[in-house]
């Protein structure tokens, strides 16, 4: 049999096995960063989280019985994923797992903008106080830490604050978000949307504080809008029914339902989409690239994918009569006020375009995928897990009260 090549690192480095303490491997970027570890790399991955329905087809089952003399079939990287069902919060064991590992991976976080309002508290200590720990055992036993934050911390542009006419509006240094220039620019304490931003810049804070004064290995990851199979709940399918996920799934439980898009405060805020699996290439280049990727602050997102909020609604609508063959509804969305849909307290960002500057230099890494075919990729997903069911759903009597 001939020898398998050896897996090199972008300087020609040979890559050597190692252990990852993944935190939030069940989640939409977990599930699909193991699928990827599994696949293509020798790493083990000691998956933590409360739930792993989005990573059980990546585990090692019990096996059903056989008959005598069969040998139970295993997946090809047997023994290099474990799951580990804790909550970080108050479970003493992370530690030891954090120990176990050369690099930690942490993506646990509340990172829902429906939260934000209404569970503040809940979303300050999530992405905060929940991630100390994290840091610390990172810290004081000398391991890497891949930290994921988001770009909400950039928070509004700083040419959102000049009048709507302005010329310098369109200069991209008045929008264009750069890891090592931008300011943070967040609301009133009174808009609690912004709980969410604040938490996760001040752990980012924490994280670079730890690597200047005590050593820690340490990148930060920011993305814009990733995409994909898997992202967010379907409410009353796979979620709670009163739950509101992020704009895809809520686009997309629409779009299920025959239901008009609901577009807040018109749908004129601009965001960038990439699609997952660019960006878990970048994530793969992190991981394996220490040298180049430890102290750093790196946005991962598509700055070619830019679309008003309602432009992807209408995208979407298109996408979707493709995939399932259904005419696109005679109305396909309707405007409704950020406090009809999010409650008191919200605010938003104009604009979040990333500068990719700094992981094109230190990673070479670019996305690839158009905002089509990521929709398109998603959508049919979509469609084949959740339109059985919420047929089913639609057709279930309402019980008379």
Wanted: proline content about 7%; aromatic content about 8%; hydrophobic content about 40%.
């Amino acid at each position: 049999m001939a020898a398998v090549a050896a897996r090199l690192d972008l300087d020609g480095n040979r890559i050597r096995p190692m252990t990852i303490c993944m935190i939030g491997a069940g989640g939409f970027i977990g599930s699909h960063l193991c699928e990827k570890l599994m696949a293509e790399t020798p790493h083990t991955v000691l998956a933590v989280d409360v739930y792993n329905d989005k990573i059980k087809h990546l585990l090692d089952l019990p096996a059903p019985a056989t008959e005598a003399g069969q040998e139970a079939r295993h997946q090809p990287w047997h023994g290099r994923i474990q799951f580990h069902r804790l909550n970080i919060k108050h479970d003493y064991r992370l530690e030891g797992l954090i120990k176990m590992s050369n690099l930690t991976i942490n993506l646990a976080a509340i990172c829902t903008p429906a939260d934000y309002n209404t569970r503040p508290l809940d979303t300050i200590y999530s992405n905060f106080i929940d991630a100390l720990p994290v840091v610390r055992y990172c810290s004081e036993n000398n391991k890497r830490l891949i930290h994921f934050s988001t770009c909400e911390v950039y928070g509004k542009t700083i040419g959102s604050f000049l009048p709507k006419d302005h010329p310098l509006r369109t200069e991209p240094e008045f929008y264009v978000l750069m890891e090592d220039a931008s300011p943070c620019i967040f609301g009133p304490l009174e808009k609690q949307r912004w709980s969410y931003a604040c938490a996760k810049q001040l752990i980012e804070r924490l994280i670079y504080a730890e690597g200047a004064e005590n050593g820690l290995g340490f990148t930060i990851v920011r993305p814009f809008n990733w995409i994909g199979p898997r992202m967010d709940f379907i409410p009353g399918i796979d979620g709670p029914s009163e739950g509101v996920p992020r704009v895809l799934a809520c686009f997309s439980n629409n779009l299920l339902r025959h239901e008009p898009l609901k577009l807040v405060d018109g749908g004129q805020s601009q965001r960038t989409f990439v699609y997952i699996k660019d960006a878990i290439e970048a994530v793969l280049l992190m991981i394996e690239n220490p040298a180049r990727a430890n102290g750093q602050i790196f946005n991962v997102g598509n700055p070619n994918n830019e679309v008003t909020v309602k432009q992807l609604a209408e995208i979407m609508t298109r996408v979707y009569s493709k995939v399932s063959g259904e005419p696109p509804l005679g109305v396909p969305t309707i405007d409704v006020s950020s406090k009809e849909f999010y409650g008191e307290g919200y605010d938003d960002s104009d604009k979040r375009i990333p500068d990719m500057t700094i992981i094109n230099k230190q990673l070479g890494w670019n996305p690839k995928t158009s905002l089509w075919d990521l929709l398109d990729s998603t959508l049919t997903y979509q469609h084949r897990t959740y339109a059985e069911a919420i047929r089913r759903a639609m057709a279930k009597p309402v019980a008379s009260s």
